[in-house]
C-alpha cells in the first residue's frame, strides 16, 4: 500500500507539471486572444476597488452611484493621462532635434574612449537604419495598439455589466456550503491581493514621481513633467520600471547639459529616492500581504514578459497571486503554490493597510483543500 500511495503521488505530480507547461503554452499561443480581456479584468479591479473606496470614506454617496461615478473618474484621470503624453511629448521630440550637435560630440566622445575609431553622426546612424524600412511594422503595431485598446473597452464594460452574475455563478459552483464559502474566500483573497498591489504600487509610485519631479526642475531638466509621469507608469513594472526611472532622465541630462555634474547629481539622487523608498516606505506598506517570495516575482517579470510581453510585465504579480491562490485550494497543487510564497503558507495573503479592503473581508484561516486536482 505504501508503494501505491507513492506511485500515486508521484504520478499526480508529474501530471501537475505537464499541466504547467501545456498550460504554459496554450496562453502563449493564444496571447492576441487572452490580453485584452485579462487587461479589462485588471482594470474593472482597479474600478471596483475605487467604487468601494468611495462608498466607504463618502458615505453621502448613493451606493448605486458610486460605481459611475468611479468609471467617470478613471476615465478622466485616463484623459489627462494621454494629455500630457501628448503635450509633452512633442515638445520633447521638438527638443532632440535641438540636441543633436551635442549627441554628436557625445558619440564621437564615446568612440575616442572605446577605441573605434572616427564615429557616425546622428544623421548617418539615422540613413544607415533606413527608417522606410520599419514603417510598415511601426504602422501594424499602432494598428494593434489601436484594436486591442478598443477590445480592452468592450471585454471591461461586459465585465462590469455581469459583475454580479459572476458573483452568483461563484456561490453555485457547488451545492456543499463549505465548497461555497471556500470559492467566495479564494475570490476575496485574489481580489484584495491585486488591490493591495495596485494600492502599494500606486502610492510608492507618486512618491517616486513627485520627488523625482521636483530634483529634476531644482536642475532643471526640460520636460521634467513628463520624465517624472513615466517614471510613475514604469513604477508598476517590478524591478524594470525602477531601474528605467533611474537612468532615462540622466542619460537626457547628458544630452541637456555640458557640464556631467548635473547629470551625476541627477543619477545619485534618483538612486537614492528609489532605494529609501524602496527598502523603507514599500517594506512596511506592503508588509506581508502579498506573501509572495521576492524570487518568483523576478522570475514571473520574465515569465509573463516572454509571452505576453508589456501587458504581462504590467500583470506579472496579479497574475501571480491569482496563481498562487488558485493553486492553494487543491491537495495535487498545493505544493505549487507553497513555492511560489514567501512564508510556505500561501493561504496567508493578508491585508493590512490598503484602503481598498472591503469592509465585510474576513481572514480566514487555512481549511482542508476542496478537491483533488
Known sequence: MPA??????????????????????????????LTPPAMAMFLAIVID???????????????????????????????????????????????????????????????????????????????????????????????????????????LGFIIASRHAFERKLVGLSDNRAARREAVEAFQRIRDGVEQYLWVQTVTGLMIAVASWVVMAVIGLDNAVFWAFLIFIASYIPIIGGAVGILAPPIFALIQFEPFWPALVLLGVLQLIQFVVGNVVLPRMQGDSLNIDPVV??????????????????????????????????????????????????EKLRDRTAPFAADEKSKPKRKPAVTQA
Open 4 to 33: 501505491a500511495v507513492q506511485t500515486s503521488t508521484v504520478s499526480r505530480t508529474c501530471l501537475v507539471i505537464l499541466a504547467v507547461i501545456a498550460t504554459g503554452a496554450a496562453i502563449f499561443w493564444l496571447a492576441d486572444i
Open 49 to 155: 476597488g475605487f467604487a468601494r473606496v468611495l462608498k466607504r470614506r463618502l458615505p453621502w454617496i448613493p451606493g448605486r452611484a458610486a460605481l459611475p461615478l468611479a468609471i467617470m473618474v478613471s476615465i478622466l484621470l485616463f484623459g489627462t493621462a494621454l494629455f500630457v503624453i501628448a503635450d509633452n511629448g512633442v515638445s520633447f521630440a521638438t527638443q532632440l532635434v535641438t540636441y543633436t550637435p551635442k549627441l554628436n560630440s557625445l558619440i564621437a566622445q564615446v568612440a575616442a574612449a572605446a577605441g573605434t575609431g572616427v564615429a557616425p553622426t546622428i544623421d548617418q546612424l539615422f540613413m544607415r537604419l533606413d527608417p522606410s524600412k520599419y514603417i510598415g511594422d511601426v504602422a501594424r503595431g499602432f494598428q494593434n495598439f489601436a484594436s486591442n485598446a478598443l477590445f480592452i473597452l468592450i471585454y
Open 297 to 346: 516575482v523576478l522570475l514571473s517579470l520574465a515569465f509573463w514578459g516572454a509571452i505576453w510581453g508589456v501587458a504581462g510585465m504590467f500583470l506579472s504579480t496579479p497574475l501571480t497571486v491569482m496563481a498562487m491562490v488558485i493553486l492553494a485550494q487543491f491537495d495535487g497543487t498545493r505544493w505549487v503554490a507553497v513555492l511560489l510564497s514567501a512564508d510556505g503558507e500561501p
